[in-house]
T-cell receptor, first 120, second 111 residues
Framework: QVQLQESGPGLVKPSQTLSLTCTVSGGSISSGGYYWSWIRQHPGKGLEWIGYIYYSGSTYYNPSLKSRVTISVDTSKNQFSLKLSSVTAADTAVYYC???FGDGRYFDYWGQGTLVTVSS | QSALTQPASVSGSPGQSITISCTGTSSDVGSYNLVSWYQQHPGKAPKLMIYEVSKRPSGVSNRFSGSKSGNTASLTISGLQAEDEADYYCCSYAGSSTMLVFGGGTKLTVL
C-alpha cells in the first residue's frame, strides 16, 4: 500500500518561499508509470492542481502558478518537494501531495495534507 | 474561477439516486476520456471514486458510476446512504499546456 506524507513549516512569512516535502513509502518513486503531484485547497474552497514531476525530473506546472513554483525529486530518499516563492496570504491553504497514474492522469493515492499559513 | 463547472450543492434522500454534472469545454472534458471524480469528507484527503470517465477503483461501491456526453461528465450515486454525504470534485486532463483542471466541487447532502 503506497503512503504519502507531507512535511514542512506550517507558517511562512509573506514574500518568503514555502517549502514542503512529500515522503513516499510502500512504493518507489523510480518505478515509473506515475507522476508525483502537489495540489492545494484554500480554506473552505475547492482543489487546485499545482504541478507534478516524473522520476526522471520532467516537470509540469499549472500555468497560473508556473512563475513561482518549483517541484523537484530525490529518488535516493523516495521524496519529492515543492517550493513556492514570493508567497502572500492568498497562498494560505492545505497542501496535498499525491500520486498520479500516468496514462489515466488520475490521483490514486493522497497524503493527509498539511496546512500552511502565510502570515507575518 | 474553476475551469470545470459543477453545481454548488445537490441533495437526496436515503435510497434515492443523484447525479452531479461537471461541464468543461472541447479542450478538456470533450477531448479526453480522462475524467476522474473524488469524494472528500470534512478534514480528510480526497478519495478517488471514478477514473477514466467510468471506471471504478477496487473497493469503491458499485453504487457510484460515471459517464460523459460531449463536454459534460456526470457522477451518479444510486441508493444514497448517509455516509455518501461529502464534497465531490471532478478533474479532467486538459492537454499539454494546461494539464489538469478541477471542478469547483459539489456538496452532497443526504436528507
Amino acid at each position: 500500500q503506497v503512503q504519502l506524507q507531507e512535511s514542512g513549516p506550517g507558517l511562512v512569512k509573506p514574500s518568503q518561499t514555502l517549502s514542503l516535502t512529500c515522503t513516499v513509502s510502500g512504493g518507489s518513486i523510480s518505478s515509473g508509470g506515475y507522476y508525483w503531484s502537489w495540489i492545494r485547497q484554500h480554506p473552505g474552497k475547492g482543489l487546485e492542481w499545482i504541478g507534478y514531476i516524473y522520476y526522471s525530473g520532467s516537470t509540469y506546472y499549472n500555468p497560473s502558478l508556473k512563475s513561482r513554483v518549483t517541484i523537484s525529486v530525490d529518488t535516493s530518499k523516495n521524496q519529492f518537494s515543492l517550493k513556492l516563492s514570493s508567497v502572500t496570504a492568498a497562498d494560505t491553504a492545505v497542501y496535498y501531495c499525491a500520486r498520479v497514474f500516468g496514462d489515466g492522469r488520475y490521483f490514486d493515492y493522497w497524503g493527509q495534507g498539511t496546512l500552511v499559513t502565510v502570515s507575518s | 474561477q474553476s475551469a470545470l463547472t459543477q453545481p454548488a450543492s445537490v441533495s437526496g434522500s436515503p435510497g434515492q439516486s443523484i447525479t452531479i454534472s461537471c461541464t468543461g469545454t472541447s479542450s478538456d472534458v470533450g477531448s479526453y476520456n480522462l475524467v476522474s471524480w473524488y469524494q472528500q469528507h470534512p478534514g480528510k484527503a480526497p478519495k478517488l471514486m471514478i477514473y477514466e470517465v467510468s471506471k471504478r477503483p477496487s473497493g469503491v461501491s458499485n453504487r457510484f458510476s460515471g459517464s460523459k456526453s460531449g463536454n459534460t461528465a456526470s457522477l451518479t450515486i444510486s441508493g444514497l446512504q448517509a455516509e455518501d454525504e461529502a464534497d465531490y470534485y471532478c478533474c479532467s486532463y486538459a492537454g499539454s499546456s494546461t494539464m489538469l483542471v478541477f471542478g469547483g466541487g459539489t456538496k452532497l447532502t443526504v436528507l
